[in-house]
């Protein structure tokens, strides 16, 4: 035991992290079952515009440390997410890693959202249409390009030059200001949104049969995209069933258990079927786990040590 703490900022976890290999790290994590503890999401709403949210505990079989993760979401600030994830040796308790959580967030988020995206949409789907420019949907499409092709690209988002900019890295067009996310949607085979929308933007027949969804702004109570009319006429497929009635998109929109086809773990081990047909209409509404910050964050401290990346801080003497 060393005592000594490894920081590693958003400049640092850039440097560490890769697309290829942090996708294969959260694909082993689904198809493994993840951990065998229920994951814990805490959050509470401050006398502020924002909230607070833990995440614990962060566990992956085969990794000898877990993850403690603290968030402030203020959705009027610039990033809008701020806090630390904590790796903790799993023998020990020390304190080895402090990392910024928005990297390690957007990152997890967005490539477990570009995995659930491929795997549920139609193998020859080429229109894609994202709602919310944002660090999580920016992430998505990275990940998306690392696994399959498309054909076109629509960007919606509230900001015209931030929708510009997106397409541009990613080669797609900004929507025209009278077009909303219905309209844009419409002639999508995949629907990425990432949003802070308190109100659903898009309704049941708004989308193509055999069309995808992806929604990630669902991610603690009142947060909606979707309308419930939408969840229940579509195979709804979450990362964890519990979490998605008591804070995400199911609860939100006052549904069940039975609402829901399963889980992305599931569907990758082959225990339940993704998409049925060419016509069904597949949603995939994440909440976001635990596990999946540790299964980065360990990536990143290992990287981290053998390059000699990071600032080292004794927090015990």
């Known amino acids: ?17 890769d697309v290829d290999a942090c996708t294969e790290a959260l694909e082993q994590g689904f198809r493994s079952g993840s951990s065998p503890f229920a994951p814990q999401r805490v959050r509470t709403d401050l006398p502020g515009p924002g909230t607070a949210t833990a995440l614990i505990p962060g566990l992956v079989e085969g990794v000898p440390a877990y993850t403690v993760k603290i968030n402030a979401k203020f959705p009027g600030s610039q ?6 994830v904590c790796l903790h040796d799993l023998g020990t308790g020390e304190l080895l890693a ?7 967030t957007a990152w997890r988020t967005g490539l477990s959202a570009a995995l659930g995206t491929h795997v549920l949409a139609r ?7 994202v709602v919310g420019a944002g660090a999580q949907a920016d992430l998505v499409m990275r990940g998306l390009a690392a696994l399959r092709s498309w054909n076109d690209l629509v960007v919606c988002d509230l900001h015209r ?15 025209t200001e009278d077009r ?7 002639d999508a085979d995949i629907v990425v949104l990432a949003t802070w929308s308190r109100a659903p933007l898009l309704d049941d027949g708004d989308l193509m049969p055999g069309a995808h969804v992806t929604s990630l702004g ?3 109570p009142g947060k909606a995209e979707l309308s419930a009319e939408l969840l229940t006429a579509g195979r709804v497929i979450v990362d964890d069933v519990s979490l998605a009635v008591a804070m995400g ?10 609402d829901t086809a399963g889980t992305l773990s599931q569907v990758l081990r082959g225990t339940v079927p993704g998409r049925r047909s060419d016509t069904d209409v597949t949603i995939y509404t994440p909440v976001g786990l635990p596990w999946q910050d540790l299964v980065l964050a360990w990536m990143a401290y290992q990287r981290a040590l053998a390059t000699n990346i990071g600032s080292r801080f004794d927090f015990v003497s």
Do not use: C, N, Q
């Open 218 to 220: 669902a991610d603690e």
């Open 98 to 104: 402090v990392m910024d959580s928005t990297t390690v």
């Open 249 to 258: 998109a199911l609860g939100t929109a006052e549904l069940t258990t039975t």
């Open 1 to 17: 035991m060393t005592d000594v703490t490894l920081l590693l900022s958003r400049s640092d976890l850039e440097k560490l992290l």
């Open 123 to 129: 193998p020859g789907a080429s229109r894609i249409t």
């Open 180 to 186: 909303d996310p219905r309209t844009a949607a419409r």
């Open 161 to 175: 030059e931030r929708a510009e900019d997106f397409a541009k890295r990613h080669g797609g067009i900004a929507t």
């Open 79 to 84: 990033p809008a997410l701020r806090g630390v």
